[in-house]
């Protein structure tokens, strides 16, 4: 262009900053107005990723507050497992089984006790006892033994023995042979006979040491055993025999209750050489009341071989309401007083299906003692 001279200058050399013989990288001042922040390319981390320290470096005053955070963290963190972690169960069963004789299982704040298979639970709730041993007997005759008989019977054992028989009729109990635990008042190990259908009634006896007892009778036709062992002391136990024995002192209610002639009345006919007697009471101000559901004894004449015995009374030596033998049941009969007693006897021949009666209490009679 005419006129007009131009200059040209070399450029001032440029700076770079940085560690010498390390490329420089550009960068944007963060703090300057207008700067922009590069974008960072989207990378997948995998799970679990924590910036390394040399990042967190490079990453600036904000950043580097991380690893601050973490120390505070990790310093608190028995404190903040309190807060978070649920309270800590306490092992019931970790001591002496938690008391249970066999199985102890764990629970929550608690624990419970289990038995092995064959076995139940005592109702201490810790002790087991061995299934079965709760036993309804309703034969006229059968033997009981200790649990594991003729061996040592086991320590911490409770079985039991409900007996029925025929109604109208005692259990008689034999010992045959008796190996219990002695002690002055049979407070440990023992054998218990009850006069009726649980450890409620009336006790009869309690067994223990080596001498056996005479025969146990009850008065109705109900007996209950129960045979306890601690947790000491083992013996060989015991071996009993029981039957069906007629007779007995029976008391006459507004309920009607039955007698049979014989324990297998309906099964088979009465046995011979019988020789029974029931004495029926009634309560004061009452007399007794006999109706016959069936009659069937061998009939003779005079009802000199086998025969029925009615007396007004409490034995042979009251007033005679009657003999009675043959086929056909007698008329009702009424007592004058409070008590009847009935006498039945059979010889060595000739048996029959024998007889069936009920007996309740009623008002005393002013008339006859029978009626049709």
């Known amino acids: 262009m005419l006129g007009h001279q131009i200059s040209i200058q070399p450029a001032a050399p440029r700076v770079e900053c940085g560690w010498p013989g390390r490329p420089h990288r550009k960068r944007h001042a963060i703090n300057s107005p207008g700067a922009l922040r590069p974008s960072p390319t989207p990378r997948s981390r995998p799970l679990g990723w924590l910036p390394s320290a040399v990042a967190l470096s490079r990453a600036g005053p904000v950043a580097r507050t991380a690893p601050a955070a ?12 309190k807060l978070t972690r649920p309270p800590q169960d306490k092992d019931e069963c970790s001591k002496d089984n938690g008391g249970c004789q066999h199985e102890c299982l764990n629970t929550f704040g608690s624990y419970e006790c289990q038995c092995r298979s064959g076995f139940v639970l005592h109702d201490n709730k810790h002790d087991c006892k061995e299934a079965g041993c709760d036993h309804k007997m309703t034969s006229i005759s059968a033997t009981i033994t200790s649990p594991n008989w003729p061996d040592k019977y086991p320590n911490k054992k409770e079985c039991t023995w409900a007996i029925t028989t025929t109604p109208g009729h005692r259990i008689k109990l034999t010992v045959r042979e008796l190996d219990i635990e002695g002690h002055q008042e049979c407070t440990y190990d023992h054998l218990e006979v009850y006069n009726g259908k649980d450890a409620k009634a009336p006790v009869l006896g309690r067994l223990c040491g080596t001498k056996e007892p005479g025969p146990i009778i009850s008065s ?10 601690d947790n000491s002391v083992q013996k060989k136990g015991f071996e009993a025999t029981y039957t069906s024995e007629c007779g007995g002192q029976m008391r006459a209610e507004v309920k009607t209750k039955d007698l ?15 020789d029974c007697e029931w004495v029926i009471v009634a309560e004061e101000g009452y007399g007794v009341e006999l109706i016959f559901q069936t009659f069937e004894i061998e009939e003779e004449a005079d009802c000199g071989y086998d025969y029925m015995e009615l007396f007004d009374g409490y034995d042979g ?7 009675y033998c043959g086929s056909g049941p007698p008329e009702e009969v009424y007592s004058a007083g409070d008590s009847v007693m009935v006498r039945f006897h059979s010889d060595d021949t000739i048996n029959k299906k024998g007889f069936h009666l009920r007996y309740t209490s009623t008002k005393f009679q002013d008339t006859l003692h029978t009626r049709k």
């Open 70 to 81: 973490l120390q505070r963290a990790a310093q608190l963190g028995p404190a903040t497992e």
């Open 220 to 229: 109705n036709n109900r007996m209950f055993l129960r045979f306890f062992s």
């Open 260 to 274: 049979y002639s014989h324990a297998q009345f309906g099964d088979n006919n009465y046995p011979g050489g019988s």
């Open 317 to 323: 030596t009251a007033p005679r309401l009657g003999r």
